[in-house]
């Protein structure tokens, strides 16, 4: 290899000649100013952990009331029905969502206010507060199998809303889960609960 240029130069301090080649300054200055591959990886991997922590919200128009234990229950529209649950600290809980009987009105109302109801249930009223275990429901389909929409009366005069599947050789199954059906659904629940004596606040007569 030559030590001069074309150029009479060293080739190595010719800028000509090593333009685009190993000896081009501009290219070294260039490659140690891009990030490595683990830097990008890096950046992706934290762009990813900020999304998944991000605070789950409520999208659609929706009422509550509450708080119990901190939770807020929430009656919200979403596509294709509704959806009821607790909400804590802006995140949406597991279980199934639990209500004061006497507060079951209000939440109604509200829903049917903002609109989240199309019409709000009959609640027609009960003379007397039933019994724990006592329920009002609604009855469907989950793919094959049978379910009903529960709203049940537990033993502190709240109510629970909830799903409940009937599985082959294990009877009926409560799903704790947020509850999220067709509109219809909720008002028959409602509706059959309140006939019953589900909504009736206080205690049942002995």
Request: glycine share 10%.
């Amino acid at each position: 290899m030559p030590t001069f240029c074309r150029h009479n130069r060293f080739f190595a301090d010719c800028p000509i000649c090593t333009k685009g080649t190993v000896l081009d300054p501009d290219r070294q200055a260039q490659r140690r100013s891009q990030p490595s591959g683990v830097s990008r990886a890096g950046t992706g991997a934290k762009r990813r952990t900020g999304a998944a922590s991000s605070t789950r919200t409520s999208r659609g128009p929706f009422a509550s009331v509450g708080p119990y234990d901190g939770a807020e229950i929430r009656l919200e529209r979403v596509p294709g029905g509704l959806r009821m649950a607790a909400w804590r600290g802006g995140q949406m809980d597991r279980a199934a969502p639990v209500i004061d009987a006497k507060d079951v009105p209000e939440l109604l109302t509200k829903a049917a206010e903002r609109e989240v109801l199309v019409s709000q249930p009959a609640l027609e009223a009960s003379d007397a507060p039933a019994e724990p275990g006592a329920f009002g429901n609604s009855g469907g389909r989950a793919g094959e199998l049978q379910d009903e929409l529960r709203v049940e009366r537990l033993d502190d005069g709240r109510v629970r809303v909830a799903r409940w599947i009937m599985r082959p050789n294990r009877g009926w199954q409560l799903q704790e889960a947020p509850v999220m059906l067709p509109a219809q659904r909720f008002n028959q629940a409602f509706e059959s609960a309140a006939r019953r004596g589900v909504l009736v606040s206080g205690s049942p007569i002995e």
